[in-house]
């Protein structure tokens, strides 16, 4: 295949290709098909397909990375076909929020200078002052050339600290707008440009004593441009060799995550690697500029490879090397000569780029060690990738709310013209760390909790008493409401109630209430909930081993139901149904010896046939139990029914709840599109030709509006749904995954399932779904001050009105996201309030609401707004929003609106709270700088941008998942977790340093780990060393080392050890069991591990982070224009 030719490569996972013989087609789940291979996984808990032996790279990868050195200057091959980026790992910028306008008082991240040692140039981040307009021709970027002054400085006397390098002010120039931008970083042989003092920007410590700095090229735009003589200046130490050279880490102290040495040269030289750019502090300006055009470097040293064009700025593909234009100057003046053919532009360096690893590790050092205590109004908590305690002090902890920006403008106009969307990320059960304490419960007795007269508010720590505390303003509506005889307390010279530290609602932004009779339904208190277990016993699920895994492994987990704390045992009761083309209903009261079975033939009228006995306490009934559970994989052993039916199972479990009076949840274990006969039979409607077109849309909605009206049902019963699916084929997600998305329960599929190698994985996410915190019968109201109101809400739930979220069960996983908007003015004094009140039934049967409070800043400045958001939270909103607009909308248009809506956001940060500079420069909020990075993986998804590989159902669960997930798991899911297994300390308990998501940062000699919250890949290099394939695989070679694992062999040495370690803290971090993929460098399956690279560009046409910055850029200065 040639190596330039944008052709398929293979698919990441899904449907086979025409020409990959010999393998099956696999989904998000894993088991072949007869007569394939057994080593196949796939993307999302499934098999990967496989592929033709893909093109063997060229050349070597690079040698192993140790921290503390860049990439290499000369560059690492790659499987041809493959474009592959370096990026760097030293953040440009601390993560820090500042306060104010003024400059946040943090020291630099600089290190003292070593003399003798040449200044390391400040890399492009640092921020450079345009000077005059950008050149518009040829004629004139030469004249705006010659005219430049290029400052330097001697490489002996060491600059002033604190200041920019140099006292000649740097050249600038604009990056064009065409799609061939002039990306040039700033050349390591000029001197870097002072920052302006207003802006305080640190430089980066100098290289140490000996060491060489690697230098950028400008691209030789211009054909018949020569650059300058070399009497710039600058001494002989500044010159790089071609190779890179190790280079301190921009903060004393450990080294940084993922810097690697450089190693062999390449054949696909795009590793150039740029100074560390310095860490600067967010002042009055907080972001940066990423890019401008500095004058070439003096063309005394070897020039080094060619660039692959890139059409910067736009999606297009990549142009191969130009002919005869290897270096990096195209030799001699050609004055009068007929110019050559131009050679193609410089990219920019990923390492000058904003990375997420460095922020992320910035945060971690910054905010990683004192706790965050929530009493002050407005703070910006740290991000969810840092372990850090809460201590609530008047606010909601960041594990239960977080917000797209914590100081929101006081107008709609100002909202309107920024563009950031205000929302809130809500988990109002989520579990906490043991260090923490669980919401206090407030029992107010008969009278109930003390609320607002008006708008209802539940009492909190910002209501005002006045009158002697008689009375108390509203802080939501400012209606004054009498204060309850029982609840009257005196105040204190502040203001203050004296009994303020002894009551949870008066001190702390989260507590619950017990609720009174009044908050139940038809006015009596409910009953304790209940679990039934529905299975599929057709052909397919007993023939595969699942019918009898499910029984076995339900015979043990019924005894870890959940309870409430000090209970002794659970008050769940439970039920048991078979399924095919019928029903089987089964009695298991404890007085019987043996179960009984009843048969339900008619399922179109469904019913239950038994009441007495078949719910019942585990305790009372086990042995009726065990004997059913033992009897039914023996029942259907030779069974030869291939129909299911589906919604009649739902609406068996929904009238068995309503005749004992409870909510529940529904275990339904399913294998197969529903085609018997019976109501909601649905059909194959999987059509892939559909994709890129206006009718694409259909694919995620569902083919009947029965399940909608089921799911209504289900709701007002309190019949919440988990799903577990077991396909082998199209199952239609998009309708089966109705009910369970509108009851608030989960979705798991593991395709192509096979017990070897799938069962661990299922029974853990059996196990966690069964035993994790659940509410029942929920509904859930978010309020706010005067001002602003919640106008739309995201996740897994039902809404009959415009304002109550009703969900049938809310676990501890499932998140609601809500979207306000302005209905009049905000005040900066008072800032903004919200008030989530959740109503549930615990699993005792105790009817609870769940109270958390949040105050908020709002602001007239736009800095103020942008200098408080927080990008994760952004990146789920935007996410959430996107994957429902597939519903409405064609995939293309929703890509576009959301370019668009990050576009106007940076163009608004850029026109009024950037300092004048150029259009030629890229300037990022200091606390957005990672939104382009995070909204191209989001581009990127499935959901989005599908490979031709990835299957209708796929994608239909992916946007089922994500609409309810948490901004960690949004975090690890967008932008991977990729790890250095060999760099791990084995004595140690932490995690080794992360690094970028990029090939680039792959060497061949070490072994990698990837984890998406849904996969764990461990990618094993081809130069591995032999002993570490034997410590962690237990086998004597690269050659036979098993793809079919699905769990590491346990073996006794340090490194096995730590690797496990690894993997399991991993696992215990995520809410659902990651499935654990091998991959071997050169091997199929490296296909699959490649779609996770999300900063390289992906099989199914996203850009690479680089090109995607470029585009960005262009949008942003049409805008500006």
Request: charged share 15%; hydrophobic share 35%; with cysteine.
């Amino acid at each position: 295949m040639s190596v330039n030719q944008q052709a398929h490569t293979g698919p990441p996972y899904g449907q086979p290709q025409p020409g990959y013989q010999g393998f099956q087609q696999p989904a998000y789940g894993g088991q072949s098909l007869p007569g394939a291979p057994q080593s196949q996984y796939g993307a999302y808990n499934g098999p990967v397909p496989g592929y033709q032996q893909p093109v063997p790279p060229q050349g070597s990868l690079r040698a192993p990375p140790t921290s503390g050195a860049p990439p290499p200057a000369s560059g690492a091959s790659h499987p041809s076909g493959h474009v592959a980026y370096s990026q760097f790992e030293h953040g440009d910028v601390q993560n820090g929020i500042p306060a104010s306008a003024a400059p946040m008082q943090r020291p630099p991240a600089s290190q003292p200078f070593l003399p003798g040692s040449a200044p390391t140039p400040v890399s492009q981040i640092s921020t450079f002052q345009q000077y005059g307009p950008p050149p518009g021709s040829v004629q004139q970027l030469r004249n705006h050339m010659a005219g430049m002054t290029i400052g330097s400085t001697a490489a002996s006397a060491p600059p002033p600290a604190g200041l920019g390098y140099a006292s000649v002010p740097p050249v600038s120039g604009s990056v064009s707008a065409t799609g061939s931008g002039l990306y040039t970083p700033y050349s390591a042989s000029q001197g870097p440009p002072p920052p302006s003092v207003s802006q305080a920007l640190p430089v980066a410590q100098p290289p140490f004593p000996g060491q060489t700095i690697p230098t950028q090229r400008l691209p030789a735009q211009v054909p018949g441009f020569t650059p300058p003589p070399p009497s710039t200046g600058v001494g002989p130490s500044s010159y790089p060799p071609t190779t890179g050279a190790p280079r301190p880490p921009a903060m004393p102290g450990p080294p940084l995550p993922g810097q690697t040495l450089a190693g062999a040269p390449s054949s696909q030289p795009n590793h150039v690697s740029s100074p560390p750019p310095p860490s600067t502090m967010a002042g009055l300006h907080p972001g940066p500029p990423m890019s401008g055009l500095h004058g070439p470097p003096p063309p005394t040293h070897p020039p080094q490879p060619g660039y692959q064009m890139q059409q910067n700025g736009s999606f297009g593909q990549m142009r191969g090397p130009q002919p005869n234009y290897g270096g990096a100057y195209p030799g001699a003046p050609n004055y009068g000569s007929p110019p050559g053919p131009p050679p193609p532009p410089k990219r920019l360096d990923p390492d000058s780029i904003p990375s997420p690893i460095q922020v992320i590790e910035d945060d971690r050092n910054n905010r990683g060690s004192e706790p965050f205590v929530t009493g002050v109004r407005g703070q910006v908590p740290p991000l969810v990738t840092t372990n850090f305690l809460v201590k609530d002090q008047g606010n909601a902890s960041p594990r239960y709310i977080r917000c797209t920006s914590y100081n929101i403008p006081c107008t709609s106009d100002m909202a309107k013209q920024s563009q950031v969307p205000l929302a809130a990320v809500i988990k109002p059960l989520a579990t906490l760390p043991p260090e923490e304490t669980l919401p206090y419960l407030v029992d107010h007795g008969e009278s109930g909790p003390v609320r607002c007269n008006r708008c209802k508010a539940y009492m909190c720590p910002f209501m005002q008493f006045i009158e002697g505390g008689r009375r108390f303003q509203c802080c939501f509506c400012s209606c004054v409401t009498e204060v309850p005889p029982h609840y009257f307390q005196h105040l204190d010279h502040t203001g203050k109630r004296v009994d303020f530290y002894d009551r949870p609602e008066l001190s702390l932004g989260s507590y619950e209430f017990l609720a009174t009779v009044d908050y139940c339904k038809n006015n009596k208190f409910p009953s304790p909930p209940a679990f039934i277990f529905m299975i599929d016993v057709s052909y397919n699920a007993v023939k595969s081993g699942l019918v009898r895994l499910i029984c076995e492994e339900l015979k043990s987990l019924l005894d870890y139901l959940p309870r409430e704390g000090n209970m002794e045992e659970s008050a769940i009761r439970v039920g048991f149904v078979t399924y095919n083309k019928v029903l089987h209903f089964y009695n298991v009261k404890s007085s019987l010896a043996q179960p009984q079975m009843m048969v339900v033939s008619d399922v179109a009228d469904m019913f239950v046939p038994l009441l007495d006995g078949f719910l019942v306490n585990v305790n009372e009934s086990r042995t009726v139990i065990a004997s059913l559970l033992d009897q039914i994989p023996e029942m259907f052993a030779d069974t030869r029914e291939t129909e299911t039916v589906f919604a009649p199972v739902i609406q068996a479990g929904l009238e068995a709840l309503k005749a004992a009076e409870c909510a529940g949840k529904l275990f339904i274990f399913h294998t197969s599109l529903p085609v018997a006969e019976a109501p909601g039979k649905l059909k194959n409607r999987d059509d892939r030709k559909l994709i890129n077109t206006d009718k694409e849309k259909t694919l995620f909605q569902p083919q009947t509006s029965f399940y909608n009206n089921l799911a209504k049902d289900c709701v007002a019963q309190g019949c919440c749904v988990d799903l577990f699916l077991f396909p082998n084929q199209y199952l239609d997600v998009a309708t089966l995954g109705v009910v369970p998305y509108q009851t608030g329960g989960s979705i798991y599929k593991y395709a192509y399932f096979q017990l070897e190698t799938d069962q661990y994985r299922f029974l853990n996410d059996l196990r966690r779904d069964v035993q994790k915190e659940v509410g029942f019968d929920a509904v859930m109201r978010v309020r706010t001050s005067t001002g602003i109101r919640a106008t739309d809400f995201f996740g897994a739930f039902y809404m009959s009105n415009t304002t109550d979220v009703e969900m049938a069960g809310l676990d501890c996983d499932k998140t609601i996201t809500v979207e306000f908007k302005h209905d009049d003015k905000l005040s900066e004094d008072s800032g903004a309030l919200l008030q989530c009140a959740l109503l549930y039934t615990s699993c005792a049967g105790q009817r609870r609401l769940r109270i958390h409070n949040l105050s908020l800043n709002c602001c007239t400045q736009l800095a103020d707004l942008y200098r408080n958001c927080e990008t994760d939270t952004l990146i789920n909103y935007l996410a959430k929003y996107a994957y429902r607009g597939v519903l409405s909308s064609p995939v293309k248009t929703v890509r576009d609106a959301l370019i668009n809506q990050c576009a106007q956001i940076l163009a608004c940060y850029r026109k009024n709270c950037a300092s004048p500079s150029s259009a030629g420069q890229l300037i990022l909020p200091e606390c957005m700088k990672l939104l382009p990075v995070y909204l191209n993986c989001v581009l990127k998804s499935d959901v989005l941008q599908p490979g031709p590989e990835v299957t209708t159902d796929d994608r239909a669960y992916i946007r089922q998942l994500v609409t309810s997930m948490d901004v960690a798991e949004t975090n690890v899911f967008f932008y991977p977790r990729l790890l250095p297994l060999t760099k791990a300390d084995v004595d140690s308990d932490s995690l080794p340093a992360a690094i970028r998501n990029s090939e680039e940062r792959l060497s061949k000699g070490d072994i990698y780990l990837l984890e998406n919250g849904l996969n764990i890949f461990v990618w094993v290099g081809v130069n591995v060393q032999q002993s570490l394939i034997q410590n962690l695989f237990g086998v004597s070679s690269f050659s036979q080392i098993s793809n079919a694992l699905s769990t590491l062999p346990v073996l006794e040495n340090p490194f096995s050890k730590k690797v496990r370690s690894v993997v399991d803290m991993l696992q215990g971090q995520r809410s659902r069991y990651m499935k654990l993929i091998i991959v071997k460098q050169e091997d199929k399956l490296e296909m699959l591990f490649r779609h996770f690279l999300v900063e390289d560009k992906s099989l199914s046409g996203g850009a690479s982070y680089v090109d995607f910055l470029c585009h960005m850029h262009k949008e942003i200065r049409q805008l500006l224009s």
